[in-house]
């Protein structure tokens, strides 16, 4: 049934996309985010669907697509120069059949984050990449909220629709997105064009906001706690009423907190003591032992070196009563653990160079959207969507920076399009203002007056 639902929505794309050949980026959007082939049994399974959907993608481009308009930003350079370094890790890398295989993937999304942006020459094309991006991630949220309301859950237990632990999937990794899109979909709900400005574009929005804070509770991620708080910090910064906005957020909260599932409430009371808890505890240990490897090898192991890894940590448990209590530290040893922060990820597969290149394109991310914001946060009329939505795609990274701390996303594909929608909007905005200072220079001739007619 989803191989043929599926198939169906693709030859609706692909005819659709002989007019419009950006339908073939949106189709490939869904795909990248969705995985749909990961639903399936039969079909889908064996079609290397994703390569398709990328090959027609930029192939439309190039060949129908207007390309007039189109410009490079340093940013994209720099992207690409972070592919070329992970290539070259890739080939020296210290587990080199296992670095091929996160290879695959990982060029795939770092390349079309760095194309996205030449095809994003319009407002539309814009407002269409993010609400795709939105809607597809809504297909995964939708379900995991439906299924926390109905009292499922719990770590790693959340059933997001397949059984595979990764990708968006993955329990940490979707509450970050979902709360990190929390900004935009605020900004569809008032700035958007696709769909009708009514009671039933709002209401959806709310609801889907109100998914993703549920996210964070039905996976009991603590990392989805934290982008909880700072995404009301962050929303804070844009509020007219700021004091009418903090009673809200604290009577909200006030209110939810009784009806928290205890599977939550003991998982996030481990976040102020994290030698207590297993998960934690090795996520210091690993990032240790990640230190200590850059400082020998400052150029990066490739992909996977984590599997080489083998660290001890002590796992602290209180025995007793709160007025008795009696700490009994447990020597533990382990190995191959993975990284648990894009940040070490990125030190320990490549090296200082790669770190500091996919750093310097989050900062320089950010950095534009505030130039943006700042430039234009008093426009009115055509240009009033801009300052809001800059402020979105500057909270979303913020709010995946934070997520990045404790898991290992440093190449998350959605996240790397909202990269690229960060350059779009920069490079369409440069473009704008190009066409309105420009003025043509003209030959003024001068004038002549009449002369007499000769007798």
Request: hydrophobic letters at 50%; a positive charge; charged letters at 20%.
């Amino acid at each position: 049934m989803h191989d043929l639902a599926f198939v169906g929505f693709l030859a609706a794309i692909m005819g659709l996309a002989l007019r419009r050949p950006f339908l073939f980026i949106l189709a490939y959007v869904y795909i990248d985010i969705v995985s749909p082939q990961r639903l399936t049994y039969t079909l889908l399974n064996s079609v290397p669907i994703s390569l398709i959907a990328v090959a027609l993608a930029v192939g439309s481009w190039a060949l129908v697509d207007d390309k007039s308009d189109a410009r490079v930003a340093p940013r994209q350079l720099m992207i690409l120069l972070l592919l070329g370094w992970c290539a070259s890790t890739t080939f020296r890398a210290d587990f080199p059949a296992d670095a091929l295989d996160k290879w695959d993937w990982v060029w795939k999304a770092l390349a079309f984050a760095a194309f996205l942006p030449l095809t994003l020459r319009t407002r539309l094309r814009i407002e269409a990449l993010l609400t795709f991006m939105v809607l597809s991630a809504a297909s995964i949220v939708i379900v995991g909220g439906i299924k926390t309301l109905a009292g499922g859950g719990g770590y790693g237990e959340l059933d997001l629709m397949v059984s595979n632990n990764s990708g968006l999937y993955e329990g940490s990794t979707i509450s970050t997105v979902a709360i990190a899109i929390i900004p935009t979909i605020l900004w569809l709900s008032k700035h958007g064009t696709i769909f009708p400005n009514d009671w039933k574009r709002k209401l959806f929005c709310y609801a889907l906001i109100f998914a993703c804070l549920l996210i964070p509770i039905g996976t009991s991620t603590r990392t989805g706690l934290l982008c909880i708080g700072l995404c009301a910090l962050l929303l804070l910064r844009d509020s007219k009423r700021k004091f009418l906005y903090l009673a809200i957020i604290g009577a909200m909260a006030l209110t939810a907190i009784p009806f928290l599932p205890k599977s939550f409430t003991d998982r996030m009371s481990t976040i102020q003591s994290y030698q207590q808890d297993e998960s934690a505890a090795t996520r210091v240990a690993v990032w240790a032992w990640t230190w200590d490897y850059v400082k020998q090898h400052p150029m990066g192991g490739g992909f996977e070196m984590y599997r080489q890894n083998h660290i001890r940590y002590d796992i602290v448990k209180v025995d007793g009563t709160k007025d008795n209590a009696k700490l009994d530290s447990t020597l533990t040893t382990d190995r191959a653990r993975a990284y648990h922060s894009a940040y070490f990820e990125m030190l320990g597969e490549q090296g200082w160079p790669g770190f500091l290149l996919w750093l310097g394109i989050g900062l320089a991310g950010l950095f534009r959207m505030e130039v943006i914001r700042r430039r234009y946060r008093k426009a009115e009329g055509d240009e009033a969507w801009i300052a809001p939505l800059a402020g979105a795609l500057q909270s979303a990274h913020i709010l995946y920076m934070l997520g990045a701390c404790f898991i290992a996303i440093a190449f998350q594909p959605f996240m790397l399009m909202m990269v690229g929608a960060q350059i779009g909007l920069d490079t369409y905005l440069k473009r704008k203002r190009a066409e309105a200072s420009f003025r043509p220079m003209k030959r003024v001739r001068p004038m002549t007056t009449p002369q007499p007619a000769l007798a």
